[in-house]
């Protein structure tokens, strides 16, 4: 079974008079626990194509299919239930509240999933732990570097054992050295807990950890291609 | 601790200049208002107190319909007793029998009708602030026979002074002619127009005496420990009362239902200015939440994606609304009650009030009332102002939508 199953996706955006074409009968799957790289220029439908996959938005017409679920015929709150406790997100910045900590950040979410006080804590020490930030759990986002405050984010989407993470630029504003670790981290976890993820990305330093590269263009997919690592 | 509350209460720390501003409007109004109300609370009291201690007393028991009608046979008979006897009962501090009529009242050179009321003189005392007003000669002692104290303009008008003698003339409660001559033995000089022109009082045995009313009077006036317990009180009298004889006891506001009313008009137009300043201050809040909703936009967003539900982003921004609130409440009412125990401690005044006082016979000073009601009726208003302008950037709230919010600059 696929984690994810898009087909016939399409989606147009109206800025006034104009028609702006999001996805245009985009037709994908993702097998659970793969690494799928999005790629292709700026505007191409990478972020919303994401937005469709993750129940953060929904297409004009085609069919999603997260595991066992239908999601693209889903209401409001049904879909906030579906991102909870199925998917974590990554995005390009500002992903943190930054009022809270880092631990209390990741807190955060298993609170809204009903998790229980001290179990929360817990997991939340360990999940940072696990991603090598054990020290800084009680600094803000503001104390800390980007490279760590998408950590941070990470070991928020993490903490909630979700089965598929996706995640939306989320090296752009890094340095190569933050980037890498962010990557490393992305292909620990995806090995060690077989999460899938997705990402979206026009980073050239980061594609290459990825196993599958999908290409968009214009809202189609341009092509499709698996590293030779995928196949091994 | 709940990581929603944690959240509230740290967002209203991110701008603290702009919180501790919206908060000090609160402050500000909240003391004002505590300060107003326990003013306004405490003259009513005061105002209440005076009228009734001029005169009409607390509570007073009268034949049925006398009130309306003040006919000279609409008697309670063996008035003085029931005045000694209701004086016994709890709360009544003092009690006095009073009997009254209309006379045509003469002196040697002019005439003028008057109503004359028969007092025991030395209950009336307690009851009733006139005799604390005569400006020449002497109240009415025991002891005292036909004698008889006038209003000063009344004293004017008919050209006597203290040991001149005044003819009355009437009829009697068995409706004969009843006259009487009595000396002046005092003037009182209240100030007020009104009493100075009426006030005509002579001992009421010689009253009751002079008018054929045996030992029958028109009314007992009560003076109660706290003029507030009048309503409680009047079954408890109307129950002591003798049966048969159609008396009833009346509380203070079905004998002067003016002042109640005059009260409540004073009421409606104050709270029409603190409506007014409560307006502002939900405003002022009206405005910062809805800024503070607004430059999170993106954050919300975020929230949003991972799961979030609108309506406890709603919560969020009324539970910031609350603390913001009980903060303003708290300093509000700290603040106020301190400016009010000052004023209870001391009196209030202002420039003019003590010689405008003087002049209507009442006190220099006026003291606010201090209690829940005086110290938190005007905060809790304000706080559920807030809350009610905090509602419209939490329900602006429901309506933001995760991908639209997060590409919000
Ligand atoms: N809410 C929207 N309203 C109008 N147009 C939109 C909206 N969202 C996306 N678009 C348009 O749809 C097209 C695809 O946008 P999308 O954000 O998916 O591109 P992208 O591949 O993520 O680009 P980038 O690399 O710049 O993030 C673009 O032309 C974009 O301008
Ligand atoms: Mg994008």
């Given amino acids: 079974m696929s984690a994810i199953h898009c087909r016939d996706l399409c989606k147009t955006f109206h800025q006034g008079e104009e028609e702006i074409t999001g996805l245009d009968h985009v037709s994908l799957d993702i097998e659970a626990g793969s690494f799928v790289a999005l790629v292709g220029p700026s505007g191409s439908g990478k972020t919303t194509l994401l937005n469709a996959m993750g129940g953060l938005d929904r297409p004009d017409s085609g069919e999603i299919v997260l595991g066992d679920t239908r999601i693209d015929t889903l209401d409001q709150g049904e879909l906030a239930d579906l991102r909870l406790n199925r998917i974590g997100f990554v995005f390009q910045s500002y992903n943190l509240v930054p009022v809270l900590s880092a631990r209390e950040n990741v807190e955060f979410v298993m609170q ?61 504003n890094l340095d190569s050295h933050s980037a890498t670790q962010l990557m490393e981290l992305f292909v620990h976890l995806n090995r060690e807990h077989k999460v899938t993820f997705v990402m979206a990305t026009h980073d050239t330093r980061v594609m290459r950890y990825a196993r599958r590269v999908v290409s968009l263009q214009d809202g189609r997919i341009e092509s499709d291609q698996r590293t030779p690592e995928a196949v091994e | 601790m709940n990581i929603t509350g944690l959240l509230a209460w740290r967002n209203l720390w991110r701008h603290s200049r702009r919180t501790w501003l919206t908060v000090g409007a609160m402050v500000f109004c909240n003391t004002l208002l505590v300060f107003l109300i326990a003013i306004q609370l405490g003259s009513y009291r005061m105002m209440i107190d005076n009228t009734l201690s001029a005169f009409t007393g607390h509570l007073q028991v009268q034949h049925l319909g006398y009130l309306e009608e003040q006919k000279m046979r609409q008697t309670v008979p063996e008035a003085a007793a029931l005045a000694s006897r209701l004086a016994e009962e709890p709360h009544v501090e003092a009690t006095a029998a009073r009997a009254v009529t209309f006379a045509l009242a003469s002196s040697e050179q002019r005439s003028f009708g008057i109503q004359l009321t ?121 129950a002591s009362l003798p049966v048969g004889e159609s008396l009833v006891a009346l509380d203070w506001d079905q004998l002067q239902p003016g002042l109640r009313e005059a009260i409540r008009s004073d009421m409606v137009s104050a709270w029409f200015m603190y409506g007014v300043l409560i307006v502002l201050v939900a405003l002022s809040v009206l405005n910062t939440q809805l800024m503070s909703v607004l430059e999170r936009t993106r954050e919300f967003g975020v929230m949003l994606a991972l799961g979030l539900r609108p309506q406890r982003l709603g919560r969020l921004v009324l539970l910031e609304t609350i603390f913001l609130g009980l903060i303003g409440l708290l300093l509000g009412v700290a603040l106020g009650a301190l400016v009010v125990l000052y004023f209870d401690a001391y009196g209030f005044s202002y420039p003019g009030m003590a010689e405008a006082a003087a002049r209507f016979n009442l006190p220099p000073r006026i003291y606010p009332q201090v209690s829940l009601l005086s110290l938190f009726l005007g905060p809790l208003t304000v706080f559920l102002g807030a809350l009610l302008a905090a509602v419209y950037p939490a329900l602006r709230l429901l309506r933001l939508q995760p991908v639209a919010a997060m590409r919000a600059v």
């Fill in chain 1, 112 to 172: 809204l999933q009903g998790v229980g006080a001290q179990e929360r804590a817990a997991r939340a020490e360990a999940v940072l732990a696990e991603i090598g930030l054990e020290g800084l759990s009680g600094r803000r986002p503001a104390e800390l570097s980007g490279g760590q405050q998408q950590r941070v984010a990470v070991a928020r989407a993490i903490a909630s054992e979700p089965q598929l993470i996706l995640a939306d630029e989320p090296t752009a």
């Fill in chain 2, 118 to 238: 028969g007092v025991q003189p030395a209950l009336e005392t307690q009851v009733s602030s006139y005799p604390g007003l005569v400006s020449r000669g002497r109240y009415l002692q025991q002891g005292d026979d036909a004698a008889i104290v006038l209003g000063s303009i009344l004293a004017r008008n008919l050209k006597v002074a203290p040991g001149d003698e005044v003819t009355l003339l009437g009829s009697g409660y068995d409706g004969s002619v009843a006259a009487g001559v009595a000396t002046v033995v005092g003037i009182i000089d209240s100030g007020l127009a009104e009493v100075d022109r009426g006030v005509a009082q002579a001992p009421l045995a010689w009253f009751q005496q002079v008018f054929a009313l045996g030992d029958r009077a028109h009314s007992v006036v009560l003076r109660l420990d706290d003029v507030n317990r009048a309503p409680m009180l009047v079954p408890q009298i109307q």
